[in-house]
């Protein structure tokens, strides 16, 4: 099978699946989410992700219809029946279905899943970027299905030819990117958004943190600002969709450039760890 669609125990083709009107996806996008890379049928970090998965259904208090070691199983054995093992593995999970109504669905919630083919990136072109002022609310670090903020930032870089928007709050404090994390390295030490309500605690930045440790590179949890974006001497993009990417260019004007030995070991670490367990 080329994509595969997963709803309840029932899977199939993915342009063939449906589900039921009365979802509480279809009236208030009430779920949460997640997703990661697989290659070789091995999907990457999905402890990691799962685990994070569960904390943001317990943080909306959606009740899971399965356990996690419940829930990796189908997603291994989804993975098996799909044509090429190089693919991005989406699972979410809504509050239930029900006639539309505020207060909670009772009962467990609505588990989806979807396999499409994909393959990560290895970070040696560089990407274009835009900023867009942060309008998202204050739970950024749940990973819901309320993205429409996200999606009009991401159209507004695709209709410019970019990669990405970053998102920045009132008084130019950078927080994330529409679909990604955003860091940046300056004199040697890497500086990242602390993890609070405003960014979403992403996998790929815990890898990136990880990387940093490993190599001895000092990094730093701490807000920064549009001007140090700018000025910073790489401007370092992950993601789950591909896990290190550095810019050449924000709003139309050139960035980064200034320190392409230390991104390059940064990415040949963060590829290399990928690929070994991957194989």
């Known amino acids: 099978m080329e994509k595969l669609g997963y709803y309840n125990g029932r899977f199939g083709p993915l342009e063939e699946m449906t589900v039921p009107m009365n979802d509480r996806v279809s009236w208030f996008g009430d779920g949460v989410y997640d997703a990661g890379p697989c290659r070789n049928y091995h999907i990457f970090a999905l402890d990691e ?4 998965f569960f904390r943001s259904a317990d943080a909306l208090q959606i009740r899971m219809p399965v356990t996690k070691d ?4 189908t ?3 989804l993975v098996r029946k799909m044509d090429s093992g190089d ?3 989406y699972y979410q999970v809504t509050r239930g279905t029900g006639v539309r109504k505020h207060a909670f669905t009772e009962g467990p919630g609505n588990l989806w899943i979807t396999l499409t083919p994909a393959s990560i990136a290895d970070g040696r072109k560089p990407i274009r970027l835009i900023t867009a002022e942060d309008t998202r609310f204050f739970h950024c670090n749940i990973k819901t299905l309320n993205l429409i903020p996200s999606v009009m930032a991401a159209q507004r870089a695709e209709a410019a030819g970019c990669s990405e928007a ?4 009132p008084g130019g404090r950078v927080t994330e ?5 955003v860091h940046i ?3 040697g030490v890497l500086r990242t958004a602390p993890t609070d309500e405003l960014i979403l605690p992403g996998i790929a930045r815990a890898h990136l943190l990880r990387a940093c440790s490993a190599l001895e590179v000092p990094y730093r949890e701490e807000p920064f600002l549009l001007e140090e974006l700018f000025a910073a001497d790489e401007v370092l993009v992950t993601s789950s969709s591909n896990l290190c990417l550095r810019a050449c260019e924000i709003d139309g004007k050139p960035v980064g450039g200034g320190a392409p ?3 390059e070991r940064l990415r040949s670490y963060l590829l290399e760890e990928f690929y070994r367990a991957t194989d």
């Open 75 to 77: 997603l291994n054995g």
């Open 177 to 181: 990117c529409a679909h990604s994390n």
């Open 87 to 89: 693919l991005f593995v």
């Open 185 to 187: 390295l300056k004199d």
């Open 261 to 263: 030995a230390l991104y």
């Open 49 to 52: 992700h799962v685990d994070r």
């Open 70 to 73: 419940e829930l990796k199983a």
């Open 166 to 169: 970053v998102f920045y709050r």
